[in-house]
């Protein structure tokens, strides 16, 4: 159930991304729920690879080059998705960019009001009990 919200939440981000983000265009709700699925395959597959060649980059960053990869697998998505006969476009990597950051904040805000966190033990080891 998490997992469909999560995809929710992600066209819902892409969406007000549209609606702020010069350069991106998107048609239907039903588009955009396709488009999620869609970045979300190529976030695992390719974005994962680039993350990986990219190491040094990324490490002498702090991570903020992730951001850069995020852009470019946004932009890619947008090709893809336009390519698929989607109404989701994107016109470059600025878009790309800024629309893959504001999709990721509302995405993200959203998943964190609406999908409950599971309350376990934290992990580590168990404390140690003394007898006397």
Not at 8 to 29: E, K, N
Not at 53 to 80: E, H, K, Q, T
Not at 84 to 96: D, E, N, P, R, Y
């Amino acid at each position: 159930m998490s997992t469909l919200l999560r995809f929710l939440f992600s066209a819902i981000g892409l969406l007000v991304a549209c609606a702020f983000v010069p350069g991106l265009g998107h048609g239907s709700f039903l588009d955009l729920l396709i488009v999620a699925v869609i970045l979300a395959a190529l976030n695992t597959t390719v974005g994962s690879l680039l993350k990986l060649i990219a190491f040094v980059p990324v490490a002498c960053s702090f991570g903020c080059f992730s951001l850069v990869i995020n852009g470019l697998v946004f932009w890619l998505a947008g090709a893809l998705s336009a390519r698929l006969g989607l109404g989701f476009t994107v016109s470059g990597f600025g878009a790309g960019f800024f629309g893959a950051l504001v999709s990721s904040v509302i995405a993200s805000i959203l998943g964190a009001l609406f999908i409950p966190k599971d309350r376990q033990r934290p992990q580590g080891p168990p404390p140690i009990k003394i007898v006397n």
